[in-house]
């Protein structure tokens, strides 16, 4: 399985300013300024968001026949109605009552199927700036832009909205497995720093104890769909060129964030993000789930504010090039998330180990071997 991420931003970035666009999923009113210093929990931009309409099937619910339903509704198209009130009664002393399930517009009624359709009143949205910092731009209408010196890691998917929480170091060791039981009440709104793996089981436990997000080197394919609650595998690939998780919209919020910084399976985590996380426990983060493969590119990453002076932080995130000497993450199945330095990169084409000619890169691994990989499975670090 390769991981390559063409964009040439490292996964491990210690000391950056980090750009972090938050928006409405509607258009709406944005409440700051630019230039605003902003924390966490505090809302930049509201709007009212529009829900999915209900259609009630009153024929059914009076026992009437749908050719019935107009003589029976005590509200008209285009009326206001209440939740609780009653909607449409049938004829008689005795007769049964429909009552609107919720507060909205009657915009439509089907004397030939005996529906009834309310449009329902939007209901307010507040977006929360979710990470500490400064507004530097604000988009007419839409969000704002964030800017905050950062340590940043960059993950190989995720899945869940952006969500703010203070880091919590569970695992010892990057190969570690986090058990269920580790879970516990401490963990109450925090992301959690996890090792090699984790399961089904502690991810709905994590849940449970209102665990904010996870941070984790891999996980197995079959657990993730028993959390997520997905029947099969038929979902996860669409068309032929692009990938993409099956449809959000019609999925329940999993109400955590998960990010996988290797792949697929028990995939204990590169030492250089490990570091860095544990480095940085019980300090508050920020973690966006966000997979994008297709044009713009976007991939899940956790952002941790700097309490220290920025008077060092880099503007941009860097680029390092792959030159000999390099720290270079691998990406292939049998060395993923491993750390390795190039040793030479030859200018015409190398038969590596599946026999096949292509651009190479030459890596020595922490025990001293040395052996040839495609260019497009190392990542560089630094």
């Not at 980090?18 to 509201?46: F, T």
């Not at 309409?53 to 029976?72: C, D, T």
């Not at 039981?181 to 089981?201: F, H, K, N, P, V």
């Not at 502690?202 to 997905?230: K, N």
Request: net charge neutral; with cysteine; hydrophobic share 40%.
């Amino acid at each position: 399985m390769s991981l390559y991420i063409p964009e040439g931003i490292p996964p491990v970035i210690p000391n950056a300013m980090a750009r972090i666009e938050r928006r409405l999923p509607y258009p709406g009113e944005v409440l700051v300024r630019e230039g605003s210093r902003v924390e966490p929990e505090d809302i930049v931009a509201q709007t009212l968001k529009p829900e999915p309409p209900q259609i009630i099937n009153v024929a059914r619910s009076l026992g009437i026949p749908p050719s019935q339903v107009y003589r029976a509704m005590r509200r008209e198209v285009h009326n206001k109605v209440e939740a609780g009130q009653v909607l449409a009664r049938a004829a008689g002393i005795v007769g049964r009552s429909c009552l609107a399930p919720v507060t909205g517009m009657i915009a439509d009624i089907d004397d030939e199927t005996g529906y009834v359709t309310i449009a329902p009143d939007p209901t307010e949205y507040a977006m929360q700036s979710t990470v500490r910092g400064i507004v530097m731009e604000v988009i007419p209408y839409e969000g704002v832009v964030i800017e905050t010196p950062s340590a940043q890691v960059y993950g190989a998917f995720g899945i869940g909205e952006d969500r703010s929480g203070v880091l919590r170091l569970l695992a010892t060791d990057p190969g570690d497995i986090v058990r269920p039981e580790q879970i516990d009440a401490r963990s109450a709104y925090a992301i959690l720093i996890c090792g090699a793996g984790i399961s089904a089981a502690a991810l709905r436990r994590a849940v449970q104890e209102q665990v904010r997000g996870i941070i984790v080197g891999g996980i197995d394919e079959s657990e993730l769909r028993d959390f997520l609650g997905w029947a099969d595998v038929g979902s996860w690939q669409v068309g032929r060129h692009t990938w993409q998780w099956p449809d959000l919209t019609a999925t329940p919020d999993p109400k955590l964030t998960i990010l996988v910084t290797e792949g697929f399976g028990s995939r204990p985590m590169n030492a250089a993000m490990f570091d860095l996380l544990s480095a940085q426990d019980r300090q508050e983060a920020l973690i966006e789930g966000v997979t994008r493969l297709r044009r713009p590119l976007r991939r899940p990453r956790v952002v941790i504010p700097l309490t220290r002076s920025s008077s060092s932080v880099q503007v941009e995130a860097p680029r390092p090039t792959l030159r000999p000497g390099a720290s270079v993450r691998l990406l292939d199945s049998d060395h993923l998330g491993k750390i390795a330095q190039v040793r030479s990169i030859p200018s015409s084409p190398r038969r590596v180990a599946s026999r096949v000619s292509l651009a190479a890169v030459e890596v020595i691994d922490a025990e001293g071997v040395a052996f040839w990989l495609p260019r497009t499975c190392v990542e560089v670090l630094s």
